[in-house]
């Protein structure tokens, strides 16, 4: 089992930042990447970043490039998302999921933490 454990949401209003920091523990040997997905309010749940544990390969969906940026410490266990210039359309539940990514939508053996609120105000 893989326990995740998500921090660094908040309200904040729009043009602002936070940074979401996801740390994982327990058999993490068994994944190979980590990534953040968001629900907003009635929307399913939809990929935001992804990030290979070796080699930092990234993935972001179009809606967040250039203002979304995925990093990771290896030593820690941790990834983190840096968010800029945050609009009112961000505001979602945001959720760290450990496994193998096939795609961005399939992801084998994956594990999920239990979500963070970030609202942005407009």
């Known amino acids: 089992q893989v326990q995740l454990v998500e921090s660094g949401g908040g309200m904040v209003q729009a043009g602002g930042s936070l940074r979401l920091s996801c740390t994982a523990s327990?058999?993490?040997?068994?994944?190979?990447?980590m990534g953040w997905f968001r629900r907003a309010p009635g929307k399913e749940r939809e990929f935001v970043a992804a990030?290979?544990?070796?080699?930092?390969?990234?993935n972001y969906a179009d809606s967040v490039k250039g203002r979304f940026t995925i990093s990771q410490n290896n030593a820690k266990n941790t990834v983190y998302l840096q968010m800029i210039s945050l609009k009112p359309e961000d505001t979602a539940v945001y959720y760290c999921?450990?496994?193998?990514?096939?795609?961005?939508?399939?992801?084998?053996?994956?594990?999920w933490g239990q979500g963070t609120q970030v609202t942005v105000s407009s």
């Open positions: 999921r450990a496994g193998a990514m096939i795609t961005t939508a399939t992801w084998g053996e994956d594990y």
């Open positions: 990030i290979s544990w070796s080699g930092g390969h990234t």
């Open positions: 327990g058999r993490t040997f068994s994944t190979s990447s």
